[in-house]
T-cell receptor, first 114, second 113 residues
Framework: AQSVTQPDIHITVSEGASLELRCNYS??????LFWYVQSPGQGLQLLLK??????LVQGIKGFEAEFKRSQSSFNLRKPSVHWSDAAEYFC????????????FGGGTRLMVKP | DAGITQSPRHKVTETGTPVTLRCHQT?????MYWYRQDPGHGLRLIHY???????DKGEVSDGYSVSRSKTEDFLLTLESATSSQTSVYFC????????????FGSGTRLTVV
């Protein structure tokens, strides 16, 4: 069965600083990979996804993520964080079969200092 | 999110009572999912459906049942609610023919007292 690890439970960065959130997965083949963001009291919004092709994917709100097969990682990055980016971020994987369920990491809560 | 609604948004219930949560979609997607969200665990799959009357268990299905009599509705029932089922419940849909991710509802916050 697949699993997802987000090693950092909490991260605090200063506004304007760069950000990297880590995600490692365990799966026998290359899965579909996702990053979601959840603002307090809200549902989950898809930031970006990787299915195949270019290993650097661009998402909404200025986020990008890089798939590294050799490291089984899919880290999320943003060059300059805004106060509105404070939220919880979830990495998720899905097997390479349409319709199969997502497995989520435990989440990383991002706080942004002014 | 557009196309998927959950009801109720909030509910407080007593231990031992049955509770049903509803997920309704207008996208005609075949696949529907129920997740629960708890601190430190992310979201964990309870049950999912791959068509009308076709459902299967997820990672944390004990104490839950589901039904899907119509494409648009996926019901989650807590047969006899317990305090450990206090959580936020999310429904999700996915179109397997499309190249998109999953779309999540806004969630139902359930408190069992």
């Amino acid at each position: 069965a697949q699993s997802v690890t987000q090693p950092d439970i909490h991260i605090t960065v200063s506004e304007g600083a760069s950000l990297e959130l880590r995600c490692n997965y365990s799966y026998g083949a290359t899965p579909y990979l996702f990053w979601y963001v959840q603002s307090p009291g809200q549902g989950l919004q898809l930031l970006l996804k990787y299915f195949s092709g270019d290993t650097l994917v661009q998402g909404i709100k200025g986020f990008e993520a890089e798939f590294k097969r050799s490291q089984s990682s899919f880290n999320l990055r943003k060059p300059s964080v805004h106060w509105s980016d404070a939220a919880e971020y979830f990495c998720a994987v899905s097997p390479y079969n349409a319709g199969n369920m997502l497995t989520f990491g435990g989440g990383t809560r991002l706080m942004v200092k002014p | 999110d557009a196309g998927i609604t959950q009801s109720p948004r909030h509910k407080v219930t007593e231990t031992g009572t049955p509770v049903t949560l509803r997920c309704h979609q207008t996208e005609n997607h075949r696949y529907m999912y129920w997740y629960r969200q708890d601190p430190g665990h992310g979201l964990r799959l309870i049950h999912y459906s791959y068509g009308v009357k076709d459902t299967d268990k997820g990672e944390v299905s004990d104490g839950y049942s589901v039904s899907r009599s119509k494409t648009e509705d996926f019901l989650l029932t807590l047969e006899s609610a317990t305090s450990s089922q206090t959580s936020v419940y999310f429904c999700a849909i996915r179109d397997p023919q499309g190249n998109s991710g999953y779309t999540f509802g806004s969630g139902t916050r359930l408190t069992v007292v």
